[in-house]
Structures are given as structure tokens and as C-alpha cells.
């Protein structure tokens, strides 16, 4: 177990990886990065809104991240990321959105494109006490490019 709410599993599920049959492993390093994020981040965020959150994607392997066009820096490959959706009603991305950063320590939150009231899903990432930025962007497309502006 990653943490008491996400599985082994549930920190490395994707349907792209299955697919393509990509190993979507992460090594020693990178899950002690992971139970990090879940201990400072995650538990602390179910506590609050009482219930499951779904993950839409935690760790992402090298390979899977340029399979899905991700980043070439994305913390998801460090295991130092993670994208929430709340699909059972707990409470909307943009009450976790808000609770989180008006309550817990993270490095880089992302609004993702959603509307003025409620993101489509919400990025967190977490690297250390010590280096986390507390930085809050937005994300939003621009002639069919992903962009970031400081919120």
C-alpha cells in the first residue's frame, strides 16, 4: 500500500500503459515520493472531505508519459504528482482545490481548464518540506496548446 486509501495498484493504473503494454513500475526512489505526496497530501485531504477521491493519475513511468504526451518535466514521473477528480460527490475540485491551499504544504497546484467555478481535475504535486513553492497556476488551451498562468 502506497497509503491506507491508494493501493499499489491504484498509484500506477493506466489504460494507456495496459494498452501499449508498458511497464509502469516505479523504482524505490520514486514510490518513496509517492507515500510522501499520499501522507502530506492525500490522507490529509480524504480526512477532510470525508470520503473516496478518485486518481486519474498518479506515477507515470517515462515511457507512459511521453505515450500520453506529457512533459518531459513532469513530477508524475518522480512520483511527486498527482491528479484528483472528486466523482463521488464529497466534494467539487474546487473546494479540494481551495482546501488545499489554504491548509497543507504542496509544491504546484493546477487548476485544470474547467470553468471559472470548478477545474475538470485538480494537479498537486509535493517534493520536501523545504522546496515546496506553494505555487497555485491555471491551466487553459491557446490555440490548441497547453498554457499555465499564475493564479
Same mark, same amino acid.
Not at 517534493?127 to 488551451?141: G, I, P, T
Given at each position: 500500500m502506497i497509503s491506507k486509501h491508494i493501493s499499489d495498484k #491504484? =498509484?500506477?493504473? *493506466?489504460?494507456?500503459?495496459?494498452?501499449? =503494454?508498458?511497464? !509502469? /513500475?516505479? !523504482?524505490?526512489?520514486?514510490?518513496? !515520493?509517492?507515500k510522501l505526496l499520499a501522507e502530506k497530501v492525500f490522507e490529509p485531504l480524504r480526512v477532510h472531505v470525508g470520503g473516496s477521491i478518485k486518481i486519474n493519475s498518479f506515477y507515470r513511468g517515462k515511457a507512459l508519459n511521453k505515450a500520453i504526451g =506529457? *512533459?518531459?518535466? /513532469?513530477? %508524475?514521473c518522480k512520483g511527486q504528482a498527482i491528479d484528483i477528480d472528486d466523482t463521488f460527490g464529497h466534494a467539487t475540485n474546487a473546494e479540494m482545490y481551495f482546501w488545499i491551499k489554504a491548509n497543507l504544504k504542496f509544491d504546484q497546484m493546477i487548476w485544470?481548464? =474547467?470553468?471559472? @467555478? !470548478?477545474? @475538470?481535475?485538480? %494537479?498537486? *504535486?509535493?517534493? *520536501? #518540506? /523545504? #522546496?515546496?513553492? @506553494?505555487r497555485c497556476l491555471k491551466a487553459y488551451k491557446d490555440k490548441g496548446k497547453t498554457k499555465y498562468m499564475v493564479i
Amino acid at each position: 500500500m502506497i497509503s491506507k486509501h491508494i493501493s499499489d495498484k #491504484e =498509484g500506477v493504473y *493506466s489504460t494507456t500503459a495496459m494498452r501499449k =503494454g508498458l511497464d !509502469n /513500475s516505479p !523504482n524505490q526512489f520514486e514510490l518513496d !515520493n509517492m507515500k510522501l505526496l499520499a501522507e502530506k497530501v492525500f490522507e490529509p485531504l480524504r480526512v477532510h472531505v470525508g470520503g473516496s477521491i478518485k486518481i486519474n493519475s498518479f506515477y507515470r513511468g517515462k515511457a507512459l508519459n511521453k505515450a500520453i504526451g =506529457g *512533459s518531459t518535466s /513532469s513530477q %508524475h514521473c518522480k512520483g511527486q504528482a498527482i491528479d484528483i477528480d472528486d466523482t463521488f460527490g464529497h466534494a467539487t475540485n474546487a473546494e479540494m482545490y481551495f482546501w488545499i491551499k489554504a491548509n497543507l504544504k504542496f509544491d504546484q497546484m493546477i487548476w485544470e481548464f =474547467g470553468d471559472g @467555478n !470548478n477545474p @475538470n481535475w485538480v %494537479h498537486v *504535486s509535493y517534493v *520536501s #518540506e /523545504s #522546496e515546496n513553492r @506553494n505555487r497555485c497556476l491555471k491551466a487553459y488551451k491557446d490555440k490548441g496548446k497547453t498554457k499555465y498562468m499564475v493564479i
